[in-house]
């Protein structure tokens, strides 16, 4: 049996439905600046993926009151945490990945058992959070992303600019990364590193995982001795606690990465405030796949990569090929029957939660029910009530082009094959595409012209343009962009992964005429630090 109320329990009772030690003394409360805040209103509990059974502590959502608390401290401890030395900064981002490392494995079961997701993905997925913590340490102790620079204005006057951070931030995490864009993901460890206290809110498909995390940012927080407004995390299953952190005055920007309609909702809220912030949210995006006839020759490795990418993970990657354009003919055919072949010996994977697996059959089923589309291949159901096949899709363009339907996203593992005749009707498919985090050209050398007039195409409707391989798997490094135009994302000139990331959270300040002994250490003619900064006449001229 589990838990459904707050009895009191003897020592020798299980409070986390079975979490090891590690994870053992998790709550469901609140912290607020490292204080355990209980929530108000009803009780929930966490539920396991593979069943839907629920298990864990109790949960209560944050009350308005510790919504106002939270930010309150936040903000009363922005200036102070933004005057912390980037080498104290960098050893907090440090020992926030330590802490994660050493909750062990127990965090990785609770993560798996309350998304479904394997523990091998899971312990890559640790790996990568904690990777993004160091890789912002590292770029706070070098200073380059102040972006400090030194000019003479026409006039002979003398001009330095610096970044400085927006203040708190407010992070929601995703329901398909419970680690690597979550409580400590990579909207938490940027806005961090630009000096932004976090504002995070617990995601309601994996809140034991995110109170594990919680508690060790709070704990590397205390260790290095920042301010304790710097971290907190609230607890909410609804909207409303939610949009009453967006609403806060106290909050000075916003991550977000989820649905299109989670990210609508916070952008309407955050521009409704008598001062709107910016909404940093990355949404919805099909990432078309481009079969050039090159790419045709030798269809069945490419065909198996194709397989492996649409369905891995369940297909709940924000990155997964969900629309394939294979132009018409015998050699797309051979690709196609190979690829139905595939995905006809797949097996469903149990998927985020129970509400994620209905969603994804209710969009099939949409798909489905339009004319021109039929079905070329459907796998297996996995074990469970929540592991559904996977589905393979296809119609022509004429199609394609006339049914809104389906140019929409179907989280999961569903692709949709839309053939194409020639490259006049393969250009104009394209440019009536929304934006979208990524798409990826697959062609040789014989398709180079056809390739490099798509291109400025391509370039225009998706943040991260791919030659070959496939989208699933976004590189953490400086120049990674995950992000893109509308409605990939709310703010195409921004990526959410890679160090370019922190720039979201920052914005650049300008000293004119300053005496230097009233300058930023940054900007001084003797800068302790060495900050890495551009320095010449002539930048921009006039203005």
């Not at 929409?408 to 006049?424: H, I, M, N, Y």
């Not at 551009?534 to 006039?542: D, H, N, R």
Request: net charge negative.
């Amino acid at each position: 049996m589990h838990p459904t109320d707050d009895t009191p329990r003897t020592d020798d009772e299980p409070r986390t439905g079975g979490l090891r030690p590690a994870t053992a003394h998790l709550t469901g409360h609140s912290l607020l600046a490292g204080r355990e805040a209980p929530g108000t209103g009803d009780s929930w509990h966490a539920v396991a993926a593979a069943t839907g059974e629920t298990f864990g502590p109790p949960h209560r959502d944050a009350s308005a009151a510790q919504v106002a608390e939270a930010t309150r401290l936040a903000a009363a401890d922005a200036r102070a945490y933004r005057a912390v030395p980037p080498e104290r900064r960098a050893a907090f981002l440090d020992a926030c990945a330590e802490e994660i490392e050493a909750l062990g494995d127990a965090l990785l079961e609770a993560a798996a058992r309350e998304t479904g997701l394997p523990l091998t993905r899971l312990t890559g997925e640790r790996a990568r959070t904690c990777g993004q913590l160091r890789l912002f340490a590292d770029l706070v102790r070098s200073g380059s992303a102040i972006g400090a620079r030194i000019a003479s204005g026409p006039s002979g006057a003398d001009v330095r600019l610096r970044r400085i951070p927006l203040g708190p931030v407010a992070v929601f995490g995703a329901g398909n990364f419970p680690l690597a864009f979550s409580v400590a993901g990579g909207d938490t460890a940027s806005a961090l590193a630009a000096g932004c206290p976090v504002v995070a809110k617990a995601h309601p498909a994996h809140p034991n995982t995110c109170e594990a995390v919680a508690r060790a940012v709070t704990a590397a927080a205390a260790r290095t001795g920042m301010p304790a407004g710097v971290f907190s995390l609230l607890v909410g299953r609804g909207h409303e606690v939610g949009l009453a952190l967006v609403r806060d005055p106290g909050i000075a920007a916003v991550g977000f990465t989820g649905s299109r309609a989670g990210g609508l909702a916070l952008i309407t809220a955050a521009q409704a405030r008598p001062v709107p912030v910016p909404v940093h949210a990355e949404m919805s995006s099909v990432n078309p796949v481009i079969m050039l006839h090159g790419a045709l020759a030798a269809p069945e490795g490419t065909a198996a990569a194709y397989v492996a990418s649409l369905t891995g993970g369940a297909g709940q990657f924000c990155t997964n090929p969900g629309l394939l354009l294979l132009p018409s003919g015998p050699a797309g055919d051979t690709f196609l029957a190979e690829a139905a072949r595939l995905l006809g010996a797949a097996e469903g994977q149990v998927m985020l939660s129970p509400a994620v697996a209905r969603a994804y059959a209710e969009g099939v089923r949409r798909w489905e029910a339009v004319p021109g589309v039929r079905e070329a291949a459907r796998g297996t159901a996995g074990p469970g009530p929540y592991a559904p096949a996977p589905v393979l899709l296809e119609c022509d363009a004429e199609a394609y082009t006339a049914y809104e339907v389906l140019t929409g996203e179907v989280f999961g593992p569903a692709g949709l094959v839309v053939r194409w005749s020639d490259t006049a009707q393969l250009a104009d498919l394209l440019a009536q595409l929304e934006g979208q985090l990524t798409a990826t050209l697959h062609g040789t050398e014989t398709d180079r012209p056809t390739a490099l007039d798509l291109l400025p195409v391509l370039e225009e409707r998706a943040g991260r343009v791919l030659w070959g391989g496939w989208p699933t798997g976004v590189e953490v490094c400086h120049a990674m962009v995950h992000g893109g135009p509308w409605p990939a994302a709310s703010s195409p000139g921004t990526t959410s992964v890679g160090a370019l990331a922190i720039e979201r959270w920052l914005r650049p300040v300008c000293y004119q005429s300053f005496p230097d002994a009233l300058l930023p250490s940054e900007l001084r003619a003797d800068d302790p630090r060495q900050t890495p900064r551009l320095t010449g006449p002539g930048f921009t001229p006039g203005g």
